[in-house]
């Protein structure tokens, strides 16, 4: 068995090392080849040097999309990582055994406008931006003159995703069973607007009855079952909102300084354990709406109550004051809608 070189570590953990090597066409360039392990990554160094020797045509777009993938996926937010893992797999299975020299704007534009016509905007915004950066490395690493995804633009009038806010009923419902087990989960995201994370991640430290404010600082996330607390990834993702009078009154009387939602050793709730206590929840409660639409209905709240669309950015914690305008004009259709309906009527 040959002797594994011993490679560099880097700061993040992956062992690398950076090799000058020769590409199917002959031309030069520096190579990283990175790994958990200095085994990984000979492997890898040896597997390259068998599918250069049998690929003489050019760099196939699956080892250029590998290529990006080893470089970038140690530098993503794991919800960002999350959503690229399918768009990757996707692109492979589309261009993966053409070189990325024979790989047109127009095949991009096509492949794009297609899977556009079942997907949401976003999907297919994504799908286009993983496809763009692969093609941008092979550009940058000399495999192509010009990275012809640049041209390509997603089709306009693109369905977006919505995920409807709550009924009024379902607010109902939410508001006479907080004293359900695990009913202050979903009052609190009503009352406060939190993404599903940061209701998660709140302590006892964060709320401040005197001044009458919640800080929302932190967001717990998941790798499988585990619960990790990160930063929000933007600075408007850290901001105070209101300890509104009902929220108030149904918290404990002594709020503990640790997790308010947190499994017997204090630690944030495992996936497993927050999916079946928000299943026991909704059954026995009748609600049947996500926490994130839970969340829409704290907009739909702030619209209804003359609360500007600036202000609310700030309380939802959106970078783009878009993402708040999206929402409101969504709730101002449905009141439109609604009053329609009284006009017609009356008329």
């Given at each position: 068995?040959?002797?594994?070189?011993?490679?560099?570590?880097?700061?993040?953990?992956?062992?690398?090392?950076?090799?000058?090597?020769?590409?199917?066409?002959?031309?030069?360039?520096?190579?990283?080849?990175?790994?958990?392990?200095?085994?990984?990554?000979?492997?890898?160094?040896?597997?390259?040097?068998?599918?250069?020797?049998?690929?003489?045509?050019?760099?196939?777009?699956?080892?250029?999309?590998?290529?990006?993938?080893?470089?970038?996926?140690?530098?993503?937010?794991?919800?960002?990582?999350?959503?690229?893992?399918?768009?990757?797999?996707?692109?492979?299975?589309?261009?993966?055994?053409?070189?990325?020299?024979?790989?047109?704007?127009?095949?991009?534009?096509?492949?794009?406008?297609?899977?556009?016509?079942?997907?949401?905007?976003?999907?297919?915004?994504?799908?286009?931006?993983?496809?763009?950066?692969?093609?941008?490395?092979?550009?940058?690493?000399?495999?192509?003159?010009?990275?012809?995804?640049?041209?390509?633009?997603?089709?306009?009038n693109l369905p977006q995703s919505r995920r409807e806010a709550p009924s009024k009923q379902q607010i109902k419902l939410i508001k006479n069973s907080v004293g359900l087990p695990f009913g202050l989960f979903a009052f609190l995201v009503y009352n406060t607007g939190c993404r599903r994370g940061e209701a998660l991640a709140l302590t006892g430290k964060d709320i401040d009855r005197k001044k009458k404010r919640i800080s929302i600082r932190h967001s717990v996330y998941y790798?499988?079952?585990?619960?990790?607390?990160?930063?929000?990834?933007?600075?408007?993702?850290?901001?105070?909102?209101?300890?509104?009078?009902?929220?108030?009154?149904?918290?404990?009387?002594?709020?503990?300084?640790?997790?308010?939602?947190?499994?017997?050793?204090?630690?944030?709730?495992?996936?497993?354990?927050?999916?079946?206590?928000?299943?026991?929840?909704?059954?026995?409660?009748?609600?049947?709406?996500?926490?994130?639409?839970?969340?829409?209905?704290?907009?739909?709240?702030?619209?209804?109550?003359?609360?500007?669309?600036?202000?609310?950015?700030?309380?939802?914690?959106?970078?783009?004051?878009?993402?708040?305008?999206?929402?409101?004009?969504?709730?101002?259709?449905?009141?439109?809608?609604?009053?329609?309906?009284?006009?017609?009527?009356?008329?």
């Amino acid at each position: 068995m040959p002797k594994i070189p011993k490679y560099y570590v880097r700061p993040d953990g992956l062992h690398e090392t950076i090799l000058r090597v020769t590409m199917p066409d002959g031309t030069k360039k520096r190579k990283a080849f990175r790994g958990k392990t200095d085994t990984e990554v000979y492997r890898k160094v040896r597997e390259f040097n068998v599918k250069t020797e049998e690929t003489p045509s050019g760099l196939l777009f699956e080892a250029a999309a590998d290529e990006w993938w080893e470089e970038i996926e140690p530098t993503l937010a794991h919800n960002t990582a999350k959503s690229y893992r399918p768009a990757l797999k996707r692109a492979k299975a589309q261009f993966g055994k053409m070189t990325v020299d024979s790989i047109t704007a127009q095949d991009i534009d096509t492949y794009i406008r297609d899977f556009s016509a079942t997907m949401a905007k976003k999907t297919a915004v994504t799908q286009l931006q993983v496809i763009r950066q692969i093609m941008r490395k092979a550009e940058l690493d000399g495999a192509i003159r010009y990275n012809p995804a640049g041209a390509v633009k997603p089709p306009k009038n693109l369905p977006q995703s919505r995920r409807e806010a709550p009924s009024k009923q379902q607010i109902k419902l939410i508001k006479n069973s907080v004293g359900l087990p695990f009913g202050l989960f979903a009052f609190l995201v009503y009352n406060t607007g939190c993404r599903r994370g940061e209701a998660l991640a709140l302590t006892g430290k964060d709320i401040d009855r005197k001044k009458k404010r919640i800080s929302i600082r932190h967001s717990v996330y998941y790798i499988g079952n585990s619960p990790y607390i990160k930063d929000p990834k933007t600075e408007s993702g850290k901001r105070e909102v209101p300890l509104l009078d009902a929220l108030d009154r149904v918290l404990p009387e002594k709020i503990p300084s640790g997790y308010l939602f947190a499994e017997p050793d204090g630690k944030p709730l495992t996936n497993d354990h927050f999916t079946a206590l928000y299943d026991e929840y909704r059954a026995a409660s009748g609600v049947t709406v996500t926490p994130h639409q839970i969340r829409h209905g704290y907009a739909t709240a702030l619209f209804e109550n003359g609360i500007d669309p600036k202000t609310a950015q700030v309380l939802l914690g959106h970078s783009q004051l878009s993402t708040t305008m999206d929402i409101y004009t969504h709730v101002c259709e449905d009141v439109i809608s609604a009053a329609a309906k009284k006009m017609n009527k009356g008329f």
